[in-house]
């Protein structure tokens, strides 16, 4: 199973992103799909994560009304669409498949992740 994320670049704040989270030789049939990401210096934090069989959504405070996860069952990916971002956003984004949770444990598949660079 490999998970690819996709999507990171660099935009000015306030500006929006979306990555994506594709998954190859494996359907995300029963699992959550969450994203994660890492600031230098800093650990490994929770973002989002959607429930796959029914799109139950979860999100960390500071995305919450900014940052809206989604699936596509045809294309077996998850998006996250990023909007109004700030500096603090700024991190390596992951994608990982697993049990619906904010603890990155629950997660066993991780994709390598994509830049995300907000400048002010």
């Known amino acids: 199973v490999q998970l690819q994320a996709s999507g990171g670049g660099v935009v000015e704040a306030g500006g929006s992103l979306r990555l994506s989270c594709a998954a190859s030789g494996r359907t995300f049939s029963n699992d959550a799909v969450g994203w994660f990401r890492q600031a230098p210096g800093k650990e490994r934090e929770f973002v989002a994560t959607i429930n796959w069989r029914d799109s139950i959504s979860y999100y960390r405070d500071s995305v919450k009304g900014r940052f809206t996860i989604s699936r596509d069952n045809a294309k077996n990916t998850v998006t996250l669409q990023m909007n109004s971002l700030k500096p603090e956003d700024t991190a390596v984004y992951y994608c990982?498949?697993?049990?619906?949770?904010?603890?990155?444990?629950?997660?066993?598949?991780w994709g390598k992740g994509t830049q995300v660079t907000v400048s002010s």
């Open positions: 990982a498949a697993g049990r619906y949770s904010s603890l990155q444990s629950s997660y066993y598949y």
